[in-house]
């Protein structure tokens, strides 16, 4: 099968992320379906939840994904202190149980194939911490969990691979107006390519896990960020 006919189902596609991910697939020829929140009426572009959607059973009659993105979650700063029961519930929905609900959904109706891959965005914090990011860190950390335990049960059932990918600092507007000139100093410091990562190169990075070009890697949390993670400065 030519790429030209391998399907994409990317959650989160509006994102600062998912946008270079669509961009990386088409690229190499991919039918890119994109789903999102509110509807932005652009081509192939299916709105949540897909369970109701008219258009996504439609397309889904058509035959199902070779590659499942998810791109999508959220953030937020609080401590053990401040964080509330509410709170956790909240991320955990929309960094985890999002995830497991849409996945049990595409393969109750058999829509990933057998060989297919799954690839979820995850973050540096599911390893490493700050302060004032509990639910965050706590709920990416599951998603590690969560990759891992897929993994082995859809590997088993279909042999379905699946990754996460651990964006470090990416080079974006928001990271840029949202770190301090020291901040940023020091991280490019920490990072030995003395750059940080930008868009396309996450993109590229799910691209590799999430195409035909991965024919052996699962299970795995693939930090992506120049080596900033490894670095130890005195």
Known sequence: MSTASKRLLLFGANGALGTPTADAFRSHGWKVFTVVRTATNAPDELVLPLVDSKKFAEISAEGGFESVVFAQGINMNGTVMTTTAADMDRLFQANVGFIIENIQLLMGRNLIPKKGKIVIMSSLAEVFT???????????????????????????SHQILVNGILPGVVDTPMARTGLTPDQMANVLEATPIGSLVSPTDIGNSVYLLGSDLNTGISGQSLLVDNAFSVTFLP
């Open 130 to 156: 700050r302060k004032e990011k509990l639910a965050y860190s706590v709920t990416k950390a599951a998603v590690g969990g969560l990759v891992r335990s897929l993994s082995v049960d859809l590997g088993r």
